[in-house]
């Protein structure tokens, strides 16, 4: 057991470090400049490897397997209507506590000066992101092709991107990629799969996946309509 914590470990370090050296590497032999502070460095590189480590291990032993368990017990209801609205739920709760998306607002609010509010912002991207999550939900409900969903909704931000302000435009984009964290993706991919796996007739190959795309999409249109109504 302890041989394969090491190894579990040493996985996590393999794809961290190659990323540190090559930015020391480049700090100390290219721009000539020493690290600000050595110390604090080493300690907070360590706390990276080990806090990157444990939330690996914590998403795959407890988030997905508990997400995947939901999504499988879910279909038992044969309501789709419950299913729907609660992926809308689950999409718009997980996305408040994503810190990707808390980063993105406070810098969003501090260079508008105020005008773009940062708590205003991270409801928005939640209310969309679980629109977005019920949409994916419901072609996976109804074995929709995912073309057939994705086309129209980039068909609709295209035309929400040309009436929206021009840096609305940009926040949208960035939103939807702040989205893509280490909560959401986790939680609502296995739920969609748990989903797709206990349908009869849905291949969860096919219909499990797309989702992320459906909800980036929902936070882009959710984004490019606060804009508009604030134009």
């Not at 050595?38 to 291990?57: D, P, Q, R, T, W």
């Not at 959401?184 to 296995?190: G, S």
Request: charged share 10%; hydrophobic share 55%.
């Amino acid at each position: 057991m302890f041989v394969r914590a090491l190894k579990d470990l040493w996985e996590t370090a393999s794809s961290v470090l190659p990323l540190m050296i090559v930015l020391v590497v480049f700090q100390l032999a290219v721009l000539r400049r020493p690290l600000p502070n050595l110390k604090v460095f080493m300690i907070a590189s360590l706390f990276c490897l080990f806090g990157l480590h444990l939330f690996i291990k914590g998403a795959s032993n407890a988030l997905i397997p508990l997400a995947d368990t939901v999504g499988s017990n879910i279909v038992k209801l044969n309501n789709n209507l419950i299913i729907i609205g609660f992926s809308l739920l689950l999409g718009y709760a997980s996305t408040l506590v994503e810190p990707a998306l808390a980063a993105l607002a406070i810098e969003v609010e501090e260079i508008s000066v105020g005008a773009i509010r940062r708590n205003v912002l991270i409801h928005t991207v939640a209310i969309g992101f679980g629109i977005g999550l019920a949409i994916g939900i419901s072609k996976i409900l109804f074995n929709i092709p995912t073309k057939k969903v994705l086309l129209p909704l980039l068909f609709l931000s295209g035309i929400l991107a040309f009436f929206a302000p021009e840096e609305y435009v940009a926040i949208a984009f960035d939103s939807a990629s702040a989205t893509t964290g280490p909560v959401n993706i986790p939680i609502n991919m296995a739920l969609a799969i748990g989903i797709a796996k206990t349908l009869e007739g849905v291949d969860p190959l096919l219909s499990g996946f797309g989702i992320v795309g459906l909800t980036s999409m929902g936070t882009v249109l959710s984004v490019l309509t606060l804009g508009i109504l604030n134009r």
